[in-house]
Nanobody, 123 residues
């Protein structure tokens, strides 16, 4: 399946953005959908993930209370609402899908990736 991410942009600190990721096949039913981010010269890190069937969510420590991941199963879409953005949130944001159970923190366990969408937060 192909994943198409969108919604990135440039905002000032304290602002908000909402990212979207649409699957090319709307009947797509992964085990987990996730958002990762990668800042320059840093490793790709998990932002949040959501289980497709039950909607259970898990967040990285740095975004807890500020970001919300959600999904629309019928549209094959996952969202990331980002509030109270900080300059350290600046990164390329990637959506990813995982079709098997097991650890969901490591990027290497994901099967498909969207292209990155750039989020830039200025102070």
């Amino acid at each position: 399946v192909q994943l198409q991410a969108s919604g990135g942009g440039a905002v000032q600190a304290g602002g908000s953005l909402k990212l979207s990721c649409v699957a090319s096949d709307r009947t797509f039913a992964p085990y987990i959908m996730a958002w990762f981010r990668q800042a320059p010269e840093k490793e790709r890190q998990l932002v949040a993930y959501i289980t497709w069937k039950t909607g259970r969510t898990v967040y990285g420590d740095s975004v807890k209370g500020r970001f919300t991941i959600s999904k629309d199963n019928a549209e094959g879409t996952v969202y990331l609402q980002m509030n109270s953005l900080k300059p350290e949130d600046t990164a390329l944001y990637y959506c990813a899908s995982k079709t098997t159970p097991g650890t969901a923190v490591l990027p290497s366990t994901y099967d498909d990736w969207g292209q990155g969408t750039l989020v830039t937060v200025s102070s």
